[in-house]
């Protein structure tokens, strides 16, 4: 009992990175517009995501791989769930977008 409970924390440590880095880059694509200088705030954002990612998955291997593979199936996780919810939101402002220039 108490190894699932461990790797269900596991997988949602693993989630929670996910959520930071994908939340991360859709505010940065965000800001991207508002930004005096984009290319910094991109490499910044990129740079950053991606040492608490790492810092975060290097933790978790200190207890094993087989819990890092854990952590790194609930960051797929959250990737695709990520991609079908704002995903699908991009595809419809493209389609009122391209309604709204035709008119």
């Known amino acids: 009992m108490n190894e699932i409970l461990g790797l269900i924390l596991v997988l ?5 990175l996910g959520y930071g880095f994908f ?4 505010w940065t694509t965000k ?9 910094r705030l991109l490499f910044m954002s ?3 995501r991606m040492g608490l ?5 290097y933790l978790l291997v200190e207890f094993g791989w ?3 593979a854990t952590a ?8 695709t769930v990520v991609i079908k919810r704002w995903g699908l939101e991009a595809m ?11 008119v």
């Open 72 to 79: 790194l199936v609930g960051f797929v996780i959250v990737r």
């Open 31 to 39: 800001q991207m517009t508002k930004s005096p200088n984009p290319y």
């Open 23 to 26: 939340y991360g880059l859709w």
């Open 92 to 102: 419809d402002l493209n389609k009122t977008l391209e309604r709204s220039d035709g």
């Open 66 to 68: 087989q819990l890092m």
């Open 53 to 57: 990612v790492i810092a975060g998955f």
């Open 46 to 48: 990129l740079i950053l």
């Open 12 to 16: 949602m440590a693993g989630a929670c």
